[in-house]
């Protein structure tokens, strides 16, 4: 970690180098929201290596802590896994825009967006807000209105380079496979059309307008819009590391903390894909300058995880390695889903009750702990199946990648293993960060002993 004078030399003032770029007329400028996020920020790692003469502009909010636009900034710069001079290099090379999703044109000055405007031919949007237990009307707004007004800085990047003869821009947006939502066969790569299900939620709602809004500009305007599709975003297949424990996350850490006693549907396979290869595929298509208008589906395909094996990996590896002396970690039942879905329902009506008759807010943070899960579930316990192969024949032919790596080990006929999978090194992240902090390895261990020193007290009295 570098000391904080340190930081302050990296992040200086980019304006004057953006402008020495831009009339040298070397350098792929891009502007890129997401810095912040889980996948952007090791999409930007890779271009640093692959399109080293890159500069960007980063469209970045403050945050609810009162973290300013160059404090989050520096932050992730910090965390890549990148030599000190290449940090380096990142810092001078980027403008930091401060922008407002509510306001017009995003909020940004006017002659900060004509500038924009002005020097930048490929935008990266990536962010968007991924809670699946937000109110339609407020999470539209970061995925659909969003979506819309970087199209609209897009287009006006289109109409002038069009006017001065220059290159086309290309707008590199990141969707995800669930904005299909509901679908009981195989998910289609139906592009250029698009026949979403039922939505699982709201995220899923909104990415799917958000999905529908792109392609009717690809295929009405004929615009250069290449449209990524992961699914589940997982740790790093290289080192285990991710910034967010959601998903299957969530359903481990519960597992741990024997908070999860009944799952369903064993069978099920999660298509599940590490951060890394994701953001190879893109930078390598960003980079690679060759693909610039369809759909890229980033899924594992035949090559998901099953529910059960995910259980049960995880409960031997959790077993053998557990930090907490004594702690005891129970195997989950796998029950018909129907009865699930019915303990769920049950259990939440009972803290909303008891919230209800005492005020007591923890009662009334298990109801809202429920509600999230149930955002959860439906990708754990419902059949998803991504076809890839269209896609698979896009990334062998524009990027350096093959298929996504596996979680599990994969073996032959004879129970050899022929492919190692990652998923140690994300069970290892886990214990190691205690999924990000959300579990207390010293308070459990204090629990724990309160817990067994009774019962050894009981079992010597009645020796």
């Known amino acids: 970690m570098e000391s904080a004078g340190h930081q302050a030399d990296f992040h200086v003032q980019a304006v004057e180098c953006l402008l020495i770029l831009h009339h040298q007329g070397g350098a792929m400028i891009y502007f890129v929201t997401g810095i912040t996020g889980t996948v952007v920020p090791v999409v930007v790692e890779d271009l640093m290596k692959k399109d080293p003469d890159a500069a960007f502009y980063f469209a970045i909010r403050k945050d609810k802590k009162g973290n300013g636009i160059q404090a989050r900034f ?20 980027s403008r930091l825009v401060e922008i407002n999703v509510e306001k017009e044109r995003l909020g940004i000055d006017p002659k900060l967006y004509s500038e924009i405007i002005e020097k930048t031919e490929k935008i990266l949007h990536g962010a968007a807000d991924v809670r699946f237990d937000q109110p339609y009307e407020k999470i539209r707004i970061s995925n659909v209105v ?42 289609p790569e139906d592009f250029p059309e698009f026949h979403p299900g039922k939505p699982d939620n709201t995220y899923a709602q909104t990415k799917a307008e958000a999905k529908i809004f ?55 396979q999660l298509d599940i894909v590490p951060v890394d290869w994701v953001a190879a595929v893109i930078s390598d298509i960003m980079a690679g300058d060759q693909y610039h208008q369809g759909v890229v589906r980033l899924a594992s395909g035949a090559g998901g995880v099953p529910v059960k094996t995910l259980h049960d990996v995880g409960y031997n590896y959790y077993v053998t390695h557990d930090p907490v002396p004594g702690h005891v970690i129970p195997k989950i039942r796998f029950v018909p889903c129907w009865f699930f879905y019915s303990m769920i329902n049950v259990q939440k009506i009972f803290y909303q009750a008891m919230y209800f008759c005492t005020r007591q807010k923890r009662f009334r943070k298990m109801a809202k702990g429920i509600s999230l899960l149930e955002g959860y579930f439906p990708y754990i316990t419902r059949s998803k199946v991504f076809e890839n192969s269209r896609s698979m024949e896009l990334i062998q032919k524009y990027t350096n990648c093959s298929s996504a790596p596996t979680m599990q080990d994969i073996r032959d006929k004879d129970g050899q293993v022929i492919q190692k999978g990652y ?7 886990t214990l190691e960060t205690g999924w990000g902090g959300m579990v207390d390895f010293k308070r459990l261990e204090k629990k724990t002993a309160e817990y067994k020193s009774p019962q050894a007290a009981l079992i010597s009295s009645r020796k």
């Open 74 to 93: 520096e932050s992730v710069v910090d965390s890549l896994d990148l030599d000190i001079p290449t940090r380096r290099k990142l810092a001078e090379r």
């Open 146 to 187: 969003f979506s819309q007004k970087i199209y609209d800085l897009f287009d006006s990047i289109k109409q002038h380079r069009e006017t001065y003869a220059k290159n086309k821009p290309t707008l590199y947006y990141i969707s995800t496979g669930y904005a299909y939502g509901i679908h009981k066969k195989p998910i």
């Open 214 to 268: 792109m392609l009717d500009k690809i295929n009405r305007c004929k615009d250069s819009i290449v449209i990524f599709e992961p699914t589940i975003i997982g740790g790093s297949a290289r080192t285990g590391r991710t910034k967010t424990y959601n998903l299957h996350y969530i359903v481990m850490m519960l597992g741990y903390m024997g908070k999860l006693p009944f799952l369903t549907a064993p069978e099920n």
């Open 423 to 429: 998923f140690g090194k994300i069970l290892a992240d």
